[in-house]
């Protein structure tokens, strides 16, 4: 059975082990945790400084792709922006990214009508430069 719940402080080691936290260092924002077995295999970001709070750095373990997780850790960050008051939840995504699109589309996630747009450069993760090169549009979904 998988559990999904809030990354805390006595589990961070033991997830860091096993998941790129990428975002860890990233103020206004928390983790959410799919755990098997009490092994961490996925998490998604929810960044709450922006209005409506944005789902990020959504990731699971290649080993246990393909079983519903990333739906999973969807629907986790959605309850909690709706228990936090919120109506509406977003995410941006690489329009080529196709098996992520079709993910959010499946969930309900709709283009939010801005025009696509292309970030590039490079920036600090957990203290490793990051480059990309990307094409992002922005997903919403009310709930």
Known sequence: MIDVRQLTPDELELVDRHLPLHRLDQDGGEYLVAWEDGIPIGHAHLDWRHDPPEVQDVFVDEAHRRRGIASLLSA?????????????????????????????????????????????????????????????IDLVKKL
């Open 76 to 136: 986790s960050a959605e309850n909690l922006v709706r228990e936090r008051g919120f109506d509406t939840i977003a995410l941006d995504v690489d329009v080529e990214n196709t098996p992520a699109r079709a993910l959010y589309e499946k969930l309900g996630y709709r283009d939010r009508g801005t025009p696509p747009r292309r970030q590039a450069g490079t920036i600090m993760l957990r203290g490793k430069p990051y480059s990309f090169d990307v094409v992002l």
